[in-house]
């Protein structure tokens, strides 16, 4: 399978081991990755900050992108979700019929990494190794705007050595919310604080999700605490032998 | 009334352990309640999908509907008036008052009531308006304010409302700690006052255009006695509130219990249509409420909001909600459903902070009986005040302009990487510029910038595409 990857910018410049692992991961299972140069931003930042207008040339350049690929991978549920359901929305704003195409015939080829590899590559067991202890949080985007369900986790079940706990109330949000964590700081420091208690009563070294930004929030403050756990986005782990 | 704006105003409120506390616990059990009950209806979604369908045709067809209810309301013996804000609403109900002489009247628990503010202009004309829902008497006795839709005291304790009861109604009578002795103390209180008081005013939580029958839900039965009682009855109904047919309540008596309180059905359902001799009041008024409602269905995407059943699920899922309580969004509306109902009706610059207070999680429409996609509407918010209300020199507007533009050119885009690893360039600027990085670096270290972007290290390894 040809795969073309959007890593995205914030993985691109702040996390470039999950880019990579992403990689590997998918060469690995026999796919053949491209990486369009030419890509940056989804626009998610500027759509979800109010600034739709700002978005609107970053969809038509996503589309123009990646129009020809076969299938777009990203490690970022939140940038997939951008995609898929902002998209056509931008473009009624904008009144663009041609981009409102565009986005229809992307849209339907746009993946998540756990949906790619579940769905359209058929596997569960990646081959991976990690012997560590690891709590996952599956993010608000994952969950309820793509709806990946339990994909991660039967990703993660089938890693060996790995001890995978239970994190309590899981389904609850960090509270990163992109800008959010800065507009209304204290809200969002508040919400982290429990998800953070949730996680350090797991006792996991590990902390993973299915998109950085959360991790980056969550990770951030157990390194200010100095609680020794680290957070490493769910590529790394299904690409660690 | 000047707002401070939501994140001015939420941290005093996070730093209440007390309020902490009760409202964590207390929507935790509300959200397991109502968890329980919606995994037992098999059909759930296909009610949901019917609730939100019947009321997007309702307001698609709401000046027929409205006209419709005012004749069945008539043809019935009750008298419908129109109202095209509070102030209005206000003038009709005082008016209503001093025309059978009350001093006094008795109130169904009602968020359009508390949303005009009824009662303060009530007592501006000299009467006195009686909340006899519990909590909103609980509210009222202490000056409060309402912090939750359906549990308006959810901020306060059964200590706290001991003391509050002893100092007020129980006039220095000693009370005892447990529920049933608080609550027998507000029974006494208000038993007097469902005898003797003459008129009532509710508002409404259905009116059935077909009919003309209104439909008040609630758990204590306090409503009833109001409704039932009075010669005189008053219902202040927001326009948004009418279902077409009859038939449409089957939908919509099953939605909102178990959404609202996680019971499988309501308690006391009161259902009256206009005036009947020897049974219930002698006269029924009914006040159809603009409010600034007919601005939120000129917007196609907000309009939904006007779909909201008053469950406050929105509230109990929403993990903003849950730690910073109700007062924090400054209305009578508070949780997800307010950040996007109070910024409508009142004027987006009368609240143009509350669009941004949620992360977006979704917590909220997951559970929406009648399916409002609020984190959708909240975006949708955000940018009107963008480009509604914000000025084009606004520091963050500039910023967010140029990022655009950085993100809109590959040459610029990897400048601004390499420039961001030296803690330059627009991309440092961001968090500063958006909120305040001082926000994050509080309590989170910020990432450090590898040396080596990804697409370096593609280069580097793949030698390009």
């Not at chain 1, 389904?171 to 998800?195: H, P, R």
């Not at chain 2, 008016?95 to 001093?103: E, K, L, M, S």
């Not at chain 2, 306060?156 to 001991?162: A, G, L, M, P």
């Amino acid at each position: 399978m040809r795969v073309a990857l959007f890593v995205t910018c914030f993985n691109d410049t702040l996390f470039p081991s999950t880019g990579r692992a992403v990689v590997e991961l998918l060469e690995r299972l026999g796919c053949e990755v491209s990486f369009p140069e030419a890509q940056t931003c989804c626009g998610q930042m500027h759509a979800n900050t109010g600034y739709q207008l700002e978005a609107v040339p970053l969809a038509r350049r996503f589309v123009r992108v990646f129009g020809d690929a076969d299938v777009v991978v990203s490690p970022s549920a939140s940038c997939v979700g951008m995609v898929r359901d902002q998209y056509a929305k931008l473009a009624a704003l904008a009144g663009d019929p041609e981009l409102a195409r565009a986005v229809d015939a992307i849209v339907p080829r746009v993946r998540e990494l756990t949906e790619l590899l579940v769905d359209d590559l058929g596997v569960e067991d990646v081959g991976a190794v990690f012997p560590h202890r690891v709590a996952y949080h599956p993010t608000c985007h994952s969950l309820r705007l793509l709806r990946v369900g339990d994909r991660p986790l039967r990703l993660l079940r089938a890693v060996r050595g790995i001890d995978l706990v239970e994190l309590e109330d899981a389904q609850e949000c960090c509270g990163f919310g992109g800008t959010f964590a800065v507009k209304n700081a204290d809200t969002s420091i508040a919400m982290l604080s429990d998800k953070l208690r949730r996680v350090l009563d797991t006792r996991a070294e590990v902390c993973t999700a299915a998109d950085n930004s959360c991790l980056m929030h969550i990770g951030g403050a157990l390194r200010r605490q100095r609680t020794g756990v680290r957070t490493l986005h769910l590529a790394e782990i299904l690409a660690a032998r | 009334m000047a707002r401070a704006g939501f994140p001015a105003s939420a941290p005093a409120n996070l730093a209440n352990s007390q309020l902490r506390r009760n409202l964590g616990k207390a929507t935790r059990t509300i959200r397991g309640k109502r968890a329980e009950v919606v995994s037992e209806l098999p059909d759930w979604e296909a009610l949901r999908d019917a609730g939100a369908a019947i009321k997007a045709r309702a307001l698609a067809t709401l000046p027929e509907q409205l006209e419709r209810l005012e004749a069945a309301v008539t043809r019935a013996g009750g008298t419908v008036h129109w109202a095209r804000d509070g102030a209005e609403a206000n003038r009709i109900v005082a008016g209503i008052a001093h025309g059978h002489g009350a001093r006094e009247v008795i109130k169904v628990k009602s968020l359009a009531t508390d949303e005009i503010k009824l009662n303060d202009a009530l007592a501006a004309e000299g009467i006195e308006a009686i909340e006899t829902d519990l909590a909103e008497l609980i509210v009222q006795l202490g000056h409060d304010r309402q912090s939750h839709i359906l549990v308006p005291a959810i901020h306060r304790n059964r200590e706290e409302i001991r003391s509050l009861f002893m100092r007020t109604i129980a006039r220095g009578r000693e009370l005892g700690h447990d529920p049933g002795s608080l609550t027998e103390a507000a029974r006494r209180h208000l038993r007097e006052r469902f005898l003797t008081v003459n008129m009532a005013i509710s508002g409404a939580n259905f009116g059935v255009a077909e009919t003309g029958t209104v439909c008040v839900v609630e758990s204590e039965g306090n409503g009833r006695m109001c409704t039932t009682l009075p010669e005189v009855l008053v219902t202040v109904m927001g326009i948004e509130k009418v279902l077409p047919e009859w038939r449409d309540l089957e939908v919509f008596l099953q939605l909102l219990p178990r959404s609202s309180t996680g019971e499988r059905m309501n308690p006391y359902t009161s259902l009256w249509t206009g005036v009947r001799e020897g049974d219930g009041p002698r006269e029924f008024h009914l006040v159809l409420l603009d409010g600034g409602r007919t601005d939120v269905l000129a917007d196609e995407t907000g309009r939904q909001a006007l779909h909201c059943i008053r469950c406050s699920a929105c509230l109990n899922a929403c993990p903003v909600y849950s730690r910073t309580g109700g007062f924090a969004y400054e209305s009578v509306y508070p949780g997800p459903i307010g950040a996007i109902l109070t910024p409508q009706l009142e004027g987006l610059d009368r609240a143009p902070t509350l669009p941004w207070a949620s992360s977006l999680c979704g917590a909220c429409y997951e559970v929406c009986p009648v399916k409002i996609d609020i984190p959708s509407v909240l975006i949708h918010l955000r940018g009107r005040v963008v480009r509604e209300q914000k000025r084009r020199t606004d520091p963050e507007r500039l910023t967010m302009g140029a990022v655009g533009k950085v993100f809109a050119s590959q040459e610029r885009y990897e400048r601004a990487q390499r420039l961001v690893r030296r803690g330059a360039g627009p991309l440092a600027k961001l968090p500063i510029r958006v909120g305040a990085l001082g926000g994050w670096t509080e309590a989170r270290e910020l990432p450090d910038v590898p040396e080596q972007s990804f697409r370096d290290w593609w280069r580097a390894e793949r030698g390009g595409t």
